[in-house]
């Protein structure tokens, strides 16, 4: 009953059911008296098998009509097992009642299923004896109206249908980890615009060129959920997901492009108007970003590769990295441009960092230091590696 109205719903194509016993008709022959009757087994479920059809009998033609002609032969109930003839001795029928008990039970089980319900004050319940089904849903349909139905359907099923003390109450409903998966993205969203913008703008001094960095977030992943959509990958959440995941990556050409913007303002001053420095520095950063982009995308060429279980897992992670990679990009060159010539319409100048100034003194000095003495650097490097081996494989 169950299964059927659930493959009602639009989209559901098929139930898998597990656990529970599994009813049918059982017919406990008694050796001896099938010796008795000269009749083996073979006859037996022969016999049961052909008393147990339907059958066609063509049509009968009245006036301008045909009707067709159908012989129901279904077995309905035990009595029907019961009155079967298996065969006539000297005119007189013998019947499966006359050799077995027919009756209903369960069939052998192969398996169980059970389930633990942990309750808010702690206590768990083992129910050890539970009946469980997935609906499956049609490849390529919209999940989020198939969840709809089958809702619809376990309310309808719970008030109206199943008997008293009877009720179907979802076990893992991907309704869940479809608000789960929503929440996390936009948590990362939200996450990573925000420590993107504070983090530029303590390295640059400059709220609106952190601004203009962090948009590459929301681009890139609106730009990776649309292709990966019009390329018919159906995980719209794991999409979405991995896409949010992944905010560094489409990051790199940004910082490259704003970074490269500021030190260009900074060398030229006012010198130039907003827009020719906007097109200059976009011919400046473009190779090398484009470069940088399609090395990282090579990088998962391998992926691209996989087929059957494994390709199915992670060839849509490869394609959304790629698709938010393209993103940025296309965002890089083309949009962050304009949105410099709005947002500095006057220029910009280069704001010195005192931290990453004191940085950068620190760290020329160690390295004039590291090139003149480079044989004992090298040295102290080939001897970090040889003790990371040694602790790696030596025990």
């Avoid at 990958?233 to 992944?246: C, I």
């Avoid at 090139?371 to 490097?381: E, K, N, Y």
């Amino acid at each position: 009953m169950i299964e059927k109205n659930l493959k009602a719903v639009p989209n559901i194509v098929d139930v898998a059911s597990f656990g529970g016993p599994t009813r049918e008709y059982q017919v406990r022959v008694d050796p001896e008296k099938l010796i008795s009757y000269g009749l083996s087994i073979g006859q037996v479920e022969q016999q049961l098998t052909s008393n147990n059809a339907n059958s066609g009998g063509s049509f009968v033609e009245a006036g301008l009509q045909q009707i067709n002609i159908q012989e129901v032969g279904l077995v309905k109930n035990v009595q029907d097992i019961a009155n079967t003839v298996i065969t006539a001795k000297n005119g007189t029928p013998i019947r499966v009642k006359d050799i077995a008990v027919i009756s209903q039970g369960p069939k052998i089980r192969l398996g169980q299923f059970s389930k633990a319900i942990r309750r808010e004050d702690g206590k768990v319940i083992d129910n050890e004896d539970v009946v469980s089904g997935i609906a499956l849903l049609r490849k390529g349909a919209d999940a989020d109206l198939a969840l709809q139905g089958i809702h619809q359907k376990v309310k309808e099923l719970n008030e109206t249908i199943l008997p008293a003390g009877v009720k179907v109450v979802p076990l893992i409903d991907r309704s869940d980890l479809v608000k789960f998966t929503t929440d996390t993205v936009l948590h990362n969203l939200r996450d990573g615009i925000i420590l993107v913008v504070i983090i530029l703008f303590l390295f640059l001094g400059n709220i609106r060129g952190a601004i203009i960095v962090a948009l590459t977030i929301p681009f890139a992943l609106l730009f990776a959920a649309f292709l990966s959509k019009s390329e018919g990958d159906s995980r719209e959440p794991a999409v979405a997901g991995r896409a949010g995941f992944r905010h560094g990556r489409p990051m790199g050409p940004w910082l490259w492009s704003r970074t490269s913007s500021a030190i260009w303002a900074g060398a030229t001053g006012m010198a130039k108007r907003p827009s020719s420095r906007s097109s200059n520095l976009r011919h400046e950063v473009q190779r090398p970003v484009f470069y940088a982009i399609a090395i990282i995308i090579t990088a998962y060429l391998p992926i691209f590769t996989l087929q059957r279980v494994e390709g199915r897992l992670f060839k849509p992670m490869a394609w959304t990295v790629a698709f938010a990679l393209l993103g940025a990009i296309i965002f890089s060159i083309v949009i962050v441009p304009a949105l410099s010539s709005i947002f500095y319409p006057r220029g910009t100048k280069e704001w010195h960092n005192p931290v990453m100034v004191w940085l950068t003194a620190r760290y020329r000095r160690a390295l004039r230091v590291a090139i003149r003495m480079r044989v004992l650097t090298v040295a102290g490097g080939l001897a970090s590696l040889a003790l990371v081996l040694y602790l790696w494989f030596g025990e």
